[in-house]
T-cell receptor, first 113, second 114 residues
Framework: AQSVTQLDSQVPVFEEAPVELRCNYS??????LFWYVQYPNQGLQLLLK??????LVKGINGFEAEFNKSQTSFHLRKPSVHISDTAEYFC???????????FGTGTRLQVFP | GAGVSQSPSNKVTEKGKDVELRCDPI?????LYWYRQRLGQGLEFLIY????????KSGLPSDRFSAERTGESVSTLTIQRTQQEDSAVYLC????????????FGDGTRLSIL
């Protein structure tokens, strides 16, 4: 069965520090990979996605993620976080050529001054 | 059941017709979300309800789209004068609060516009 694992439920960091939010998936078929962010009182917003091509994907707000097929990972990184990055971050996959969306359980990024 | 229920599961209609999609959230969940998902693409956020009110409707693609929620329970998403680009899976999710609580998704309504 396909699944998405976000090992860290919470990640506290200080402002301007680098951060990495981990995401691993398991699937017997190819997948598309996504990171979503949810700010308070809002719905999910797409941060970035990997469909094909370069394994390093750049998204909005200075975030980037790297697809590692051998490790089945798609970790999200930002070199220097801001207070405004405090939010819930969700990793998700869609099985190739389908619209079945599978989410991880989310990681709460808390940025402190 | 205890999960989010959406109906119909599939809807095929002709261009120009109106459609109504229904979402029954988990009982007691105050937050309700509508998303659209095209084949192989990510979620597109449409609208969010906290209780019966929608603080932000800016995600709705056009004025043909509208949504309402009554009794802090059932929500309907209505698309008027459907176009072929409206073809997608429409997903509903609910959560117990608007933030820091997992969203529970329904199985979606697959809408096909001929």
């Amino acid at each position: 069965a396909q699944s998405v694992t976000q090992l860290d439920s919470q990640v506290p960091v200080f402002e301007e520090a680098p951060v990495e939010l981990r995401c691993n998936y398991s699937s017997s078929v190819s997948v598309y990979l996504f990171w979503y962010v949810q700010y308070p009182n809002q719905g999910l917003q797409l941060l970035l996605k990997y469909l094909s091509g370069s394994t390093l994907v750049k998204g909005i707000n200075g975030f980037e993620a790297e697809f590692n097929k051998s490790q089945t990972s798609f970790h999200l990184r930002k070199p220097s976080v801001h207070i405004s990055d405090t939010a819930e971050y969700f990793c998700a996959v869609i099985l190739y050529n389908t619209d079945k969306l599978i989410f991880g359980t989310g990681t709460r990024l808390q940025v402190f001054p | 059941g205890a999960g989010v229920s959406q109906s119909p599961s599939n809807k095929v209609t002709e261009k120009g017709k109106d459609v109504e999609l229904r979402c029954d959230p988990i009982s007691g969940h105050t937050a309700l979300y509508w998303y659209r998902q095209r084949l192989g693409q990510g979620l597109e956020f449409l609208i969010y309800f906290q209780g019966n009110s929608a603080p932000d409707k800016s995600g709705l693609p056009s004025d043909r789209f509208s949504a309402e929620r009554t009794g802090e329970s059932v929500s309907t998403l209505t698309i008027q004068r459907t176009q072929q680009e409206d073809s997608a899976v429409y997903l509903c999710a609910s959560s117990s609060e608007s933030f820091n609580q997992p969203q529970h998704f329904g199985d979606g309504t697959r809408l096909s516009i001929l």
